[in-house]
């Protein structure tokens, strides 16, 4: 079992930035592919950014360019740089630990979430 706390969420106006963080558990953590996720209200959770156990990353096309995911394997952390940031970005975003970088974009297989942090954009 791995437990996944993310932390960072909080409101910031329209270009702004903010930093959240995923720690978790387990003594692997160095071999997970991490990947966040967001859901908006009213909308179906969607794939936002993933890193493989090699550093190797993906990024939706909504974010490219302004975020940017990364790990801390040494503190079982698993970042995402929010950068210029837009009212549409408002959802709570998810850390999950996923089996594959290649299929997040696609078909995401997760074998455990976060409960999520909220990240809302004021206009």
């Known amino acids: 079992q791995v437990q996944l706390v993310e932390s960072g969420g909080g409101l910031v106006q329209s270009g702004g930035s903010l930093r959240l963080s995923c720690a978790a558990s387990g003594r692997t953590f160095r071999s997970y592919a991490l990947g966040w996720f967001r859901q908006a209200p009213g909308k179906e959770r969607e794939s936002v950014a993933a890193?493989?156990?090699?550093?190797?990353?993906y990024y939706s096309d909504s974010v490219k360019g302004r975020f940017t995911i990364s790990r801390d394997n040494a503190k079982n952390t698993v970042y995402l740089q929010m950068n210029s940031l837009k009212p549409e970005d408002t959802a709570v975003y998810y850390c999950?630990?996923?089996?594959?970088?290649?299929?997040?974009?696609?078909?995401?297989?997760?074998?455990?979430w976060g409960k999520g942090t909220l990240v809302t954009v004021s206009s």
């Open positions: 890193i493989s156990w090699s550093s190797s990353t």
């Open positions: 999950a630990v996923i089996r594959s970088v290649a299929l997040v974009g696609s078909s995401p297989v997760v074998d455990y």
